[in-house]
């Protein structure tokens, strides 16, 4: 899903899914914590 959206900028997020700029970088910042998690397990 985030390969889809990796080239939009979080105004466009904010169109295309009628969310609100806090909600679009909430779900981003979730994003990278959830994969620097994945990346330091062994």
Not at 17 to 34: I, K
């Given at each position: 899903m985030?390969e889809?959206?990796?080239?939009?900028?979080?105004?466009?997020?904010?169109?295309?899914?009628?969310?609100?700029?806090?909600?679009?970088?909430?779900?981003?910042?979730?994003?990278?914590?959830?994969?620097?998690?994945?990346?330091?397990?062994?």
């Open positions: 985030f889809n959206l990796q080239d939009m900028s979080v105004d466009e997020l904010v169109e295309g899914f009628g969310a609100t700029r806090e909600q679009v970088q909430a779900v981003l910042q979730l994003a990278a914590h959830s994969a620097e998690a994945a990346a330091s397990r062994p």
